[in-house]
């Protein structure tokens, strides 16, 4: 199984960007969906998760900005993040709970993607 990222990149304070992650290979269902952020020197963080039913959860630093979603049907979940702030710099990555078989269970992660926010 891989998760590929996409949609990081420079983006200015005030600003939106748009994450994608996919999963692709030996699936047979993919329940949680989650996207983590690390910043240079610190632990890596849930940002937002959502079940496969689309119950979601946020960080309180990104609730009123960011919104997670999926689409069952391609296994991609999304995070739309708006009213970027400096703070929000970091490398973002992709963690999905994937059965590969209805008995086996595994954890991806994705590559990571950049997430600069400056002027």
């Known amino acids: 199984v891989q998760l590929v990222e996409s949609g990081g990149g420079l983006v200015q304070p005030g600003g939106s960007l748009r994450l994608s992650c996919a999963a692709s290979?030996?699936?047979?269902?993919?329940?949680?969906m989650a996207w983590y952020r690390q910043a240079p020197g610190s632990q890596r963080e849930l940002v937002a998760s959502?079940?496969?039913?689309?119950?979601?959860n946020y960080a309180d630093s990104v609730k009123g900005r960011f919104t997670i979603s999926r689409d069952n049907a391609k296994n991609t979940v999304y995070l739309q993040m708006n009213s970027l702030k400096p703070e929000d710099t970091a490398v973002y990555y992709c963690?999905?709970?994937?059965?590969?078989?209805?008995?086996?269970?595994?954890?991806?992660w994705g590559q990571g993607t950049q997430v600069t926010v400056s002027s």
């Open positions: 963690n999905a709970n994937v059965l590969s078989t209805p008995w086996r269970r595994n954890v991806y």
């Open positions: 290979g030996s699936i047979f269902s993919v329940r949680d």
């Open positions: 959502i079940t496969a039913g689309g119950s979601t």
